[in-house]
Structures are given as structure tokens and as C-alpha cells.
């Protein structure tokens, strides 16, 4: 039985960073405040030349090298954002011209900071169906361009960058995934375009990213233990089987609480929220690649990934390195 195999993966994080205590020379906030409610000590944030698809082209180029393959090999792009700076071309085509993905399919999946899983579940779908092997998932966002900087209690939590995952078909790999949206939630974490005005319509002039932070808090806590549960189940895997859980980075305390809830020992929750933030859909593949480059991960190891976010959308996956 095949399934999907990570064979490669890569990050890109924007030069420049800023960090809890320049912040705190601009708005009214502490590192103290930040680091105890958040984990988060400093972030990277994009500049003028930066933007979501050329850092995750980046990240692209580097899983595809990563993963010993070429350019061409490609067959389908799939990328997970929620800030591209631009409607259409999608970001999974602007990689795709960037890198010269000659032979692949491209399009974006929009799921917030469950995209990547999201975007992971697609992939693993074509590839079960035998239409594509050799497909690049990424998860990318540039948030800085759509928070508002006045308003301290969203605007510290964001960071921007990428990260990518080469898969393929292979013998082993993800063993089960799930997937679940609630949009009736949707109204606890917004963000609206603006748009123009229409002979019919007058313009609306849009809304920077908004959220209750103690309902996504209270729902992260409580539905990502049990969509991991369940997922374990499904496939008669015990907590205690797992290597590394790698969980959405939004905030330590709710990754804490996770662990607590699962009874599993927090060592096996790996963070980097604390020089990243939260980087929405790219914080999954972005701590993927940097225990994949610093040689946390062998072969044959359990994992799940599980993100959450807007939407309301979670999900988790239970694979094989
Ligand atoms: N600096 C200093 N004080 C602040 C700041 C700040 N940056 N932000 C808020 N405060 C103040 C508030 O004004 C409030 O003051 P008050 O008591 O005088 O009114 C106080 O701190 C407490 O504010 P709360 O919002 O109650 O703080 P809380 O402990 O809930 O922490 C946080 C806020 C960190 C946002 C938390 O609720 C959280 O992490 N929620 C989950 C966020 C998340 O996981 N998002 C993931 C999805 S993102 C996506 O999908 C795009």
C-alpha cells in the first residue's frame, strides 16, 4: 500500500528582525508581557523586497535540494497562505515561474494557520489517487502586512516566513490525517480585504487581522488533544510511541497545555515561537526543516504535526519519517 513520504524540506525567514523590546519602544507592551503570555521573544518581519511568494519560493528551492531532486520533477505546487500580497497570480504559480517548475501544477489553499496540514492533506489525496508522486507543499505568510501595528494585543503575536516539504509516494510515510472546519466560529479571528467601489456597491474598506484571543485559546486547547487522540487511535499508536509532537507555534502556553492533556512529556514538543512568533501556515514546515537540518529526525520516526487556526480549521497527522 503506498502512501506519502516528507522527502525533503526548507525554510525562509525574512532578514530582519524585531524584537519584543523594540517593540515595547513603539507601543505600549514589555518583553515581560509577551514573552509570559506567549513564549515569543522576537520575530522576523518582512521588508520592501519580501514578500510571501518569494520567500516561499525560497523555501521551495531549498526542499527540492533537500530532497536530491530538480526543478522538473515537480509535478504540483501546492501552497498554504492567508497574506499573499496579491489575489491572483497565486503564489503557487509565482514559485512556480521563480523556480521554473517547468512541469507542475500550481495553486494556493487558504486555511490559515491550519493550512500547511491542510495543504499536506491535499497533496497525500493525489497522491493516494495515483494523479501526481512528486508534489511541493508549502506554507507561507507575510501577517506583518495585515495586522494593525496600534493594536498591541494582536500585532506582538506575528511573524512572517516560509517553509516546504518535497513528497512523494512511497512505501511509508503519513499513516493518518484528519482534517475539520467550523465556520460558525469563524467571527473569533477575521481579517477583512478591502475592495473597490462598484456601480451597485459602495466600497468596503476592509479590516486588519482581529481576534479573541481567549476563544481561539480555550478552542486550540481543547480540540487539537483531541483531534491528535483520535488520530492515534485510528491507527493503534499510543502517546507514548511519539517521538515529537510539532504543533502550530501560536503560543507555548497552549503547546503546554497540550502536553499536559495528552500526559505526554513537553520534551517532545519542539518550539521556535520564540525567535518566530506565529507564522500562521508556515510554522509547521518551518520547525519541520529545522529539525529535519539539525539532525533531530531519523528514520523511522513517529511524528505529529497538528495546527489550528482561523476558520474555524484544525487538524492533525500521525506519520512515519
Ligand atoms: N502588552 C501588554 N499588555 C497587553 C498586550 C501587550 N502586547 N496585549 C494585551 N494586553 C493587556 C490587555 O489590554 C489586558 O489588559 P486589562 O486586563 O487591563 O484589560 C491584559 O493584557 C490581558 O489581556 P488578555 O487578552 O486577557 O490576555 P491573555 O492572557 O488572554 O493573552 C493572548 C492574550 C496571548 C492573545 C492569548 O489569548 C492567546 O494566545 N490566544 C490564542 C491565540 C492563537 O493561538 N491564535 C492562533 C491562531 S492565529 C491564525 O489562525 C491567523
Redesign the pocket.
Known amino acids: 500500500m503506498m502512501t506519502t513520504r516528507i522527502i525533503g524540506t526548507g525554510s525562509a525567514l525574512p532578514k530582519k528582525t524585531l524584537t519584543n523590546d523594540e517593540l515595547s519602544q513603539i507601543m505600549?507592551?514589555?518583553d515581560e508581557?509577551?514573552r509570559t503570555?506567549?513564549g515569543i521573544v522576537s520575530r522576523h518581519v518582512a521588508d520592501e523586497e519580501e514578500t510571501a511568494a518569494t520567500l516561499a519560493a525560497e523555501a521551495g528551492r531549498r526542499a527540492i535540494d533537500n530532497a536530491g531532486m530538480k526543478p522538473e520533477d515537480i509535478e504540483l505546487v501546492l501552497v498554504a497562505t492567508?497574506s499573499a500580497e496579491n489575489y491572483f497570480p497565486s503564489v503557487g504559480c509565482q514559485v512556480q515561474d521563480i523556480l521554473g517548475l517547468k512541469n507542475a501544477a500550481a495553486m494556493d489553499i487558504s486555511a490559515?494557520?491550519s493550512g500547511f496540514l491542510f495543504a499536506l492533506n491535499t497533496a497525500h489525496a493525489y497522491i493516494l489517487s495515483g494523479l501526481y508522486e512528486k508534489i511541493l507543499v508549502i506554507g507561507t505568510e507575510t501577517?506583518s502586512r495585515t495586522i494593525d501595528w496600534t493594536d498591541?494585543?494582536t500585532c506582538?503575536?506575528f511573524g512572517d516566513g516560509a517553509g516546504a516539504c518535497v513528497v512523494r509516494s512511497d512505501e511509508e510515510g503519513i499513516i493518518g490525517i484528519s482534517q475539520h472546519s467550523d465556520g460558525t466560529q469563524g467571527g473569533v479571528?477575521t481579517s477583512f480585504a478591502p475592495s473597490l467601489e462598484t456601480p451597485l456597491a459602495a466600497a468596503a474598506p476592509g479590516s486588519p487581522?482581529y481576534?479573541e484571543?481567549?476563544a481561539?485559546?480555550k478552542f486550540?486547547v481543547k480540540t487539537v488533544p483531541e483531534c491528535i487522540r483520535q488520530v492515534l487511535e485510528d491507527n493503534h499508536t499510543e502517546v507514548e510511541d511519539v517521538k515529537y509532537f510539532v504543533l502550530h507555534q501560536?503560543?507555548s502556553?497552549?503547546i503546554q497545555s497540550v502536553a499536559k492533556r495528552l500526559k505526554a512529556d513537553e520534551e517532545k514538543f519542539p518550539m521556535n515561537l520564540d525567535k518566530c512568533g506565529?507564522t500562521?501556515a508556515a510554522s509547521i514546515p518551518i520547525l519541520l526543516d529545522e529539525m529535519n537540518r539539525s539532525n533531530k529526525l531519523g528514520r523511522g520516526d513517529l511524528l505529529v504535526l497538528s495546527g489550528?487556526?482561523?476558520g474555524l480549521t484544525w487538524g492533525a497527522a500521525l506519520l512515519r519519517w
Open positions: 505600549d507592551t514589555s508581557w509577551i503570555r506567549t492567508c490559515a494557520c501577517l498591541r494585543s506582538v503575536l479571528l487581522l481576534m484571543g481567549q481561539v485559546f486550540a501560536a503560543n502556553r497552549i506565529n500562521s489550528f487556526g482561523a
